[in-house]
């Protein structure tokens, strides 16, 4: 459609046609839906968010549970726990096509959140089902009283709302201010179950063994090794799972999680 245009003039001339400046509005409109639907195509595959995200300086796990995270949507009222001043890299990637109001919590004041708590002393400070999603990102791990704390999360969601986040696995200890424990897919369910929410689902996030053993000394390597890299680690994990498809569940560098009230 874009060349029937210059056909048309080629083969009629100017005679009884638009005027050529509304023809070139047209054309630069199709353009622009064409190139624009191709660039939207290009930058949603995985293998361009690897490469960009890495350009970025993001890590292997980062990535990949933001890839994650664009299975769940940011709807309603949300409290972002830990969220800092919120906005945080998964927000580029989770759903937001809804009405949202964003509440971020975080026990450091420095990062300048809605709400400065302690996750720790419960009550928290927001009425019963108030909120519509909560998420969790990268929190648990650094929770003693994990059960009592998603036990009042859990109150203060509306019924029918969601709770979404990611806890690390084979990831290095990493203390803010504490990093208590991991959590395996059973563990991650039962929690989630005792602490009254329903629907659980965990999916973990990774690819095989190679990944893994790449994950452990990426910090140790430029970006530009690691571009020449983590291609080929991919590509021989896909190899792996093809053959041993159980190989991804026995490697997770985190969980991904969603659990309904």
Known sequence: SLWRIPKMYLMHGT???????????????????????????????EWCILLTETLRGKDLNRILTNLASRKFEAYGRILDVGGGGGKSSYWRFMKQTRWHRL?????????????????????????AEYFDTIMLFNVLEHLNARTEILKELHRTLHVGGVIVGIIPFLVNVHPDPNDYVRLTRQGLEELLSSAGFSSVRVQYVGRGPLVA????????????????????????????????PSFGEKFPLSYAFSAKK
């Open 15 to 45: 005679k009884d046609s638009m005027p050529l400046t509304i023809e070139l509005l047209v054309i630069c409109y199709h353009c622009k839906i064409l190139f624009g639907s191709m660039w939207s195509y290009i930058t949603s595959r």
């Open 103 to 127: 509440t971020t919590l975080d026990i450091d004041p420095k990062s300048n959140p809605t709400v400065v708590h302690n996750l720790e002393e419960v009550p928290l400070p927001f009425t």
């Open 213 to 244: 053993s790449y994950y452990q000394s990426e910090f140790l390597w430029p970006r530009a090794l690691k571009l020449l890299i983590l291609p080929i680690v991919l590509t021989l994990d896909k190899i792996i799972l093809t053959l041993r």
